[in-house]
């Protein structure tokens, strides 16, 4: 799946430094990110070779806490510039969904649809389609995408919940963003609060 570009460390420091961004490169990145997602915090998640194929699957997302309706209709209002009803998927770590799924399996591109259980649907209220309490959700492996599952761990770490809303790295009507100059024009362009290119951590 990830078979697209991919970006060094050293040519996005040169496009931060060059553009006089100001920027942190945390220690735990995972923990770091994870806590401001747990803050309310909508994050540009910038990692590794672009995704191919119709889905964001953690390498070009937006981030944001599955937990509460105000948290998907701030991505709705403030990112994506969409119609509010319109729900979005959650990306969870593959171990633990059958918590929320019914007849859990595999589902690492985020094609299949499930129901879910009634007993943990305010979990994950967020990444919920609102006419019928089914999702659309990737399940992760850490095989497959170690970075990304390290920050569901981390949020889980902190919340409980194996499971973050995961929405493409793009506005409205616009592709997927490729480049991290892309990504950093999409980021003050957009309503993010917190850009993640790599190692390096970007803040409004």
């Known amino acids: 799946v990830d078979w697209g570009p991919e970006y060094s460390n050293d040519e996005i420091e040169a496009l931060l430094q060059k553009n006089k961004v100001e920027y942190t490169e945390p220690a735990e990145l995972s923990e770091f990110v994870a806590s401001r997602i ?119 770490e902190i919340t409980d919940v194996p499971v973050l809303l995961n929405t493409s790295f793009n506005d409205h009507g616009e592709p997927i963003v490729t480049t991290p100059a892309e990504a950093l024009k999409d980021f003050y362009g957009m309503g993010l609060d917190v850009l993640v290119l790599n190692d390096f951590v970007v803040e409004k």
């Open 38 to 156: 747990v803050d309310g915090k909508l994050v540009g998640w910038f990692q590794g070779r672009l995704e191919m194929g119709p889905r964001a699957l953690g390498n070009r997302s937006i981030i944001a806490d599955p937990r509460t309706v105000e948290s998907r209709d701030r991505v709705n209002k403030y990112v994506k510039h969409r119609e509010e009803w319109r729900p979005f998927a959650p990306s969870m770590l593959e171990e633990k969904a059958d918590q929320f799924l019914v007849n859990q399996e595999e589902s690492p591109y985020m094609i299949k649809t499930f129901d879910t259980d009634a007993e943990s649907r305010d979990d994950i209220t967020a990444v919920l389609h609102p006419g019928d309490n089914t999702t659309r959700p990737q399940t992760v492996r850490r095989d497959q995408n170690e970075r990304y599952y390290d920050l569901i761990s981390a949020f889980e």
